[in-house]
């Protein structure tokens, strides 16, 4: 580490709260799938800041549109209308097939947003009687950093000294169709699930399980609400993550790439009765649905389809996946993923990922531990066949290394 690195982190360590752990690299510039640190090393990016650069680091048309809008107008709170919300509005809605649209600022907001929503929705469509919605989650869900949101994690680390916290929310384990029907009663409002749980190290939900969730969401009148922050919008080789189960969400969220990671934007998608509770009045937010965000988020969804970024996601995400599975290490315990969205698990005795991620800078790729044992591999959705042939050798070399 050179004594520049080394004052970064001791400024950071001093000032800064101590609530994230980052591996020792200070990042300055990025381009397309790569980033320089401030000594010059240049690295593959395997996290994609968690799937918000899905289209790759400082894309130049997000750039310049980001460039034009803030030059013309970048506030003007929802007191007014801006010029940039309709066509925003609209090209989402043509690009999901959503009915209503409501924007919003980061994935937590709009995951909060989704809870209000349907809990209104059970009161005044559905008819809850008041103060009684249920909404059913998973075991091991990630949705979000707010308190509204830890409150039904399962993760003790998330929630320890948080509390109290609100109620009205069931646990029950994913990809557990049977377990979802028991839970369900007269005053269930929603289901809220991730299609592929990201956090909790891409787990992928057995064939089939999604198709009987929404029978058993149609049958009982309850919303279903897909958290597509992380595996929308490309991410796992289709524009949604519900194509692959051949089903459609009530309710879906889009965060991260909406943006191609220059601004947080976010939003919930919704048919006509769901956002279509919300009155004057009764939820909003400074910056949500201003143009900047408008303009950038437009630009980010026309890249993504224009230079074919879903179809090379579910191309090279198959390459990714097949290259990573004909690696012979006995550190690895299983291989997973679905598109650009992958993981390798480790054994507990190969040690932590934290060092394979350490090991994997080293040669220049930058990959991200999660759950102490699970390394996840989300390049951006612009990789190509080279790049990833060329990250397959550094895995390869790393991963048939014991550090335990
Ligand atoms: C990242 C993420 C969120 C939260 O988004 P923030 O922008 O960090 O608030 C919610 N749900 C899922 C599935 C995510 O991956």
Redesign the pocket.
Known sequence: MSSSVIDFLATEARFGARNYEPIGVVLSRGEGVWVWDTDGNRYLDCLSA?SAVSQGHCHPKILAAMVEQAHRLTLTSRAFHNDQLAPFYEEIAALTGSHKVLPMN????A?ESAIKSVRKWGYEVKGVPDGQAEIIVCADN????TLGVIGFSTDPETRTHFGPFAPGFKIIPFGDAAALEAAITQNTVAFLV?PIQ??AGVIIPPVGYFARVRELCTANNVMLVL?E??TGLGRTGKLLAEQHEGIEADVTLL??ALSGGFY?V?AVLSNNEVLGTLRPGQHGSTFGGNPLACAVARAAMRVLVEEGMIENAARLGARLLEGLKDIRANTIRDVRGRGLMLAVELHPEAGPARRYCEALQGKGILAKDTHGHTIRIAPPLVITSDEVDWALEQFAATLTQDFA
Do not use: C, L, N, T
């Not at 980061?106 to 907001?109: D, L, P, Q, T």
């Not at 990630?142 to 950093?145: A, I, K, Q």
């Open positions: 968690y980061s994935g937590a907001e995951v990630f949705h979000g950093r991730e990201g956090e958290d922050i992380q965060g991260k947080p976010s």
